[in-house]
């Protein structure tokens, strides 16, 4: 009989992922397909650039974006970003490990509702998505369609209490 292997999601910290880990997942042409704000290729000074962006949040907020890793192994990024009074939920993941995402959005969200900053989460998704099943499933209900930063997403709202 064959044993199972279990694999370990654990988070870090951005600065923690070695810059050419996150430059190569961030240059990646279908990571960019469902990101509209990645406009522009990416170099080592973009990804420190990214990295210094995303832990300014956590001093700010307090909360921000983690790596993740599998068993130690860098396999995307996401979290928490507050827009305004709001958190916004994100994840971006290499492709080639989409498949980890709903088990991620699971742990994110057991945060989340043991956070009592966290009232809800919200979700900004590209028109692109294909397949919003999954976040209906959890209860997710669409908001509205909003332009940020010039570009149109659905937002999603989550309770979290």
């Known amino acids: 009989m064959m044993q199972e292997t279990k694999l370990e999601i654990t ?3 951005l600065s923690d992922v070695p810059r050419d880990e ?3 997942h961030m240059s990646d042409p279908r990571v960019a397909e469902h ?3 990645l406009t522009s290729s990416w170099d080592k000074q973009s990804a420190s650039d990214f990295v210094a962006a995303k832990e300014a949040c956590w001093e700010r907020d307090g909360l921000g974006h983690w790596a993740f890793l599998i068993d130690g192994c860098y396999i995307g990024w996401g979290g928490f970003q507050k827009e305004g009074d709001e958190w916004d939920l994100g994840l971006v993941l290499r492709p080639e490990k989409f498949g980890f995402g709903p ?3 699971k742990k994110l969200l057991g945060f989340a509702k043991a956070d009592e900053r966290i009232p809800f989460v919200t979700f900004l998704l590209p028109p692109s998505r294909q ?3 999954g976040l209906e499933r959890l209860g997710a209900r669409f908001v509205e369609s909003i ?3 010039g570009h149109e997403f659905l937002k999603y709202r989550l309770e979290t209490v």
């Open 103 to 105: 088990c991620i959005v």
């Open 131 to 133: 397949s919003l099943r």
């Open 11 to 13: 988070f870090a910290r």
């Open 35 to 37: 990101m509209p704000l």
């Open 22 to 24: 996150i430059l190569s």
């Open 147 to 149: 332009n940020y930063e």
